[in-house]
């Protein structure tokens, strides 16, 4: 299986400026800054230790992904002086995964990898892992866990594709209940 994490990212770092940022387009033409940042990568005996520690084979697509960033922040709001002030969406390095972990209500659900919007985790979905079923993405809000149907790579390339805009969202709001839900 070819993996396209790379050119995802690659794709998103040719739109930051010198600064690791751009301006971002959102639900009804609101334009705000956001930037990007991107941890240095990790050894593969370092993932495979993890997987050791974990019991679990990783996706290949993810353990793409820590190969060439051991963690990484995509799409955060910045103010006009380039100040973080909030959203966007923290996948964690191998270490803030195992100290995710610890928090017990996010980790009987699986194995958190990323963090976003208010109290929200992307979690992989062990027993689908195991069972083989490569729609092992979910997501947790608050204390509600949600199957996306979507792999790593995939998921990642629908967040930048839609500019950091929760697209799993998109199915709840037709022409008739978008504009009573604001």
């Not at 990642?156 to 209940?177: H, K, M």
Request: glycine share 6%; proline share 3%.
């Amino acid at each position: 299986m070819s993996h396209f994490v790379q050119n995802t990212l690659s794709g998103l770092k040719k739109l930051l400026d010198n600064k690791d940022q751009m301006k971002s387009v959102a639900e009804e033409g609101e334009v705000y800054s956001v930037s990007c940042s991107f941890n240095a990568p990790i050894k593969t005996t370092e993932v495979e230790k993890f997987e050791s520690e974990q019991g679990i084979k990783l996706p290949e697509e993810y353990k793409a992904f820590l190969t060439l960033h051991n963690g990484a922040r995509i799409y955060e709001s910045v103010n006009d002086d380039g100040v973080n002030i909030g959203g966007g969406l923290h996948f964690f390095n191998l270490d803030e995964i195992k100290e995710t972990q610890e928090v017990e209500y996010i980790s009987e659900h699986g194995i958190p990898i990323a963090h976003l919007l208010e109290d929200c985790y992307l979690i992989l979905d062990i027993e689908k892992l195991k069972g083989g079923d490569p729609n092992y993405l979910n997501i947790l809000e608050f204390t509600d866990i949600k199957t996306l149907n979507l792999n790593f790579e995939i998921f990642l390339d629908r967040y930048i594709i839609s500019q950091g805009v929760p697209f799993w969202s998109w199915p709840i709001y037709t022409a008739e209940n978008y504009y009573r839900t604001r």
